[in-house]
């Protein structure tokens, strides 16, 4: 069976600053991860995806995401923190052979500070 | 396309009575999800569907809870009777079979209290 981890319920960073939300995985196989983002009252957005290739993977809203599969972490990352970056994230895994569902962390407070 | 429709957005009842959401998935998605978010558990998956079949309902609470999904367009999650630990929000997802991998798109959600 497939597992998220997202060791911090918050995180605090400055406006400009770099962010990073940790993610780490847990899955028996080759793993499809993905990061969501979710702002007050709303859904989840997709925001970036790893099925292959290059461990360095560019998202929606200059979000970026590293694969590592030594470590099983995928962390997000993005160089210049925005006060509007500030919501809930979550990082989720399914598996490489076919469409099964997403399994989901509990999830990333992120607060950006002006 | 309008993206996954969810209705009601807010449900307010009482308990021991019925409650049903219902969703509409994007139009050409063949998979189905049906999801829980509280704060003390998170997201967790109900029960999802291929081709309108539930593929596995193991994350299905109790009896006091099941889904239909009669045809490719329309999705429903009924709860009878209700109880307050079955307030949350609940979200609808749904994607497409893509061997690269496929996100799945959400519903803004239905937040439901039993009181």
């Known amino acids: 069976a497939q597992s998220v981890a997202q060791p911090e319920d918050q995180v605090n960073v400055a406006e400009g600053n770099p962010l990073t939300v940790k993610c780490t995985y847990s899955?028996?196989?080759?793993?499809?991860l993905f990061w969501y983002v979710q702002y007050p009252n709303r859904g989840l957005q997709f925001l970036l995806k790893?099925?292959?290739?290059?461990?360095l993977v560019k998202g929606s809203y200059g979000f970026e995401a590293e694969f590592n599969k030594s470590q099983t972490s995928f962390h997000l990352k993005k160089p210049s923190a925005l006060v509007s970056d500030s919501a809930l994230y979550f990082c989720?895994?399914?598996?490489?052979?076919?469409?099964?569902?997403?399994?989901f962390g509990k999830g990333t407070r992120l607060s950006v500070i002006a | 396309d309008a993206g996954v429709i969810q209705s009601p957005r807010h449900e307010v009842t009482e308990m021991g009575q019925e409650v049903t959401l219902r969703c509409k998935p994007i139009?050409?998605?063949?998979?189905l999800f049906w999801y829980r978010q509280t704060m003390m558990r998170g997201l967790e998956l109900l029960i999802y569907?291929?081709?309108?079949?539930?593929?596995?309902d193991s994350g299905m609470p109790e009896d006091r809870f099941s889904a239909k999904m009669p045809n490719a367009s329309f999705s429903t999650l009924k709860i009878q009777p209700s109880e307050p630990r079955d307030s949350a929000v609940y979200f609808c997802?749904?994607?497409?079979?893509?061997?690269?991998?496929?996100?799945?798109?959400f519903g803004q959600g239905t937040r439901l209290t039993v009181v």
């Open positions: 139009s050409g998605h063949d998979y």
């Open positions: 989720a895994v399914s598996l490489l052979s076919g469409n099964t569902p997403l399994v």
């Open positions: 899955v028996s196989g080759n793993p499809y």
């Open positions: 790893y099925i292959t290739g290059d461990n």
């Open positions: 569907f291929n081709n309108n079949v539930p593929i596995d």
């Open positions: 997802a749904s994607s497409f079979t893509n061997l690269l991998g496929s996100e799945a798109f």
